[in-house]
């Protein structure tokens, strides 16, 4: 962690698919102010080290990013699904598990 106690922004694995997501995300956050609700609901959970201002302030477009990418794992699983069942869910997060 370049002997710092505090992860930042640039310490994440960030692939080029989750970039373009969270650029899309940026792009549809200026038509919805969804920014202000991923403020309130992405939490981040206790670590042993603290987080850098970057990385708070980025939490909501990572979040919206990886978002954006559920919503295409669910459309190429199924083009016409409108509200995933639990299988569908157990089938995204199979495959988020293996990629995060």
Same mark, same amino acid.
């Given at each position: 962690?370049?002997?710092?106690?505090?992860?930042?922004?640039t310490d994440l694995?960030?692939?080029?698919?989750?970039q373009t997501n969270?650029?899309?995300?940026?792009?549809?956050?200026?038509?919805?102010?969804?920014?202000?609700?991923?403020?309130? #609901? $992405? &939490?981040? +959970?206790? =670590?042993?080290? *603290?987080?850098?201002?970057? /990385? #708070? $302030? &980025?939490? +909501?477009? =990572?979040?919206? *990013?990886?978002?954006?990418? /559920?919503?295409?794992?669910?459309?190429? =699983?199924?083009k016409d699904m409108?509200?995933?069942?639990?299988?569908?869910?157990?089938?995204?997060?199979?495959?988020?598990?293996?990629?995060?």
């Open positions: 962690m370049n002997n710092r106690e505090v992860i930042d922004f694995p960030i692939t080029k698919g989750l969270i650029q899309e995300f940026k792009t549809m956050d200026e038509n919805i102010d969804i920014q202000s609700i991923l403020e309130q #609901q $992405a &939490k981040l +959970p206790p =670590l042993k080290l *603290g987080y850098s201002a970057t /990385l #708070q $302030a &980025k939490i +909501p477009e =990572l979040v919206g *990013g990886i978002t954006v990418s /559920l919503a295409k794992a669910f459309r190429a =699983l199924d409108k509200n995933p069942s639990p299988f569908e869910w157990e089938k995204a997060e199979a495959i988020y598990n293996i990629l995060l």
